[in-house]
């Protein structure tokens, strides 16, 4: 179960790494992302347990991952020095990881991330946003 999610991290590291200019390379912390997913699995058998063996629907599972992701921050950014030479370049951790959470949501409930609402990186960047949140964020977005 943990390398299925590893693989969901890696692919959207690429994903990320298609939206940095040159001179910027995403990176993913394999000791974070091994506790963001098993984190996220740890909520997912709260769940099951809570509400019997029934399985969390994808938007819980998403709300669940990007949780974890926008507060352990599995992704950062390198910085290739000889193609940004003296600019000042600094990247917020947390932003790129709320950025990511856009495309858990693609991922995981296969929509486009127009269905989202227009403060979800906001509240992903500057918030702690809690997976009952971003739960309530996707049901208004209209997935089932």
């Known amino acids: 179960m ?3 999610y590893f ?15 040159e001179g910027l390379t995403i990176e993913l912390c394999k ?3 091994y506790n963001a ?12 347990d809570f509400h019997g063996s029934e399985q ?6 998403t709300a669940y991952l990007c949780h974890w992701i926008a507060k352990i921050r599995p992704f950062y950014i390198t910085v290739d020095k ?5 600019e000042l370049c600094y990247i917020f951790p947390n932003f790129i990881n709320s950025y990511a ?3 858990v949501y693609q991922l995981l409930v ?7 609402p227009d403060s979800f990186i906001y509240d992903c960047h500057y918030g702690s946003p809690t997976s009952s949140s971003l739960i309530a964020m996707f049901d208004i977005a209209g997935i089932k």
Request: glycine share 4%; proline share 6%; with cysteine.
């Open 2 to 4: 943990i390398p299925e």
């Open 7 to 21: 693989e969901i991290l890696e692919c959207i590291g690429l994903k990320l790494q298609n939206v940095l200019p």
């Open 31 to 33: 000791y974070r992302a």
């Open 37 to 48: 997913v098993l984190s996220f699995l740890y909520d997912k058998e709260r769940y099951k």
């Open 56 to 61: 969390p629907n994808n938007i819980k599972k």
């Open 82 to 86: 000889s193609i940004i030479e003296g």
């Open 101 to 103: 959470c856009i495309f």
């Open 110 to 116: 296969n929509s486009s991330m127009n269905t989202l």
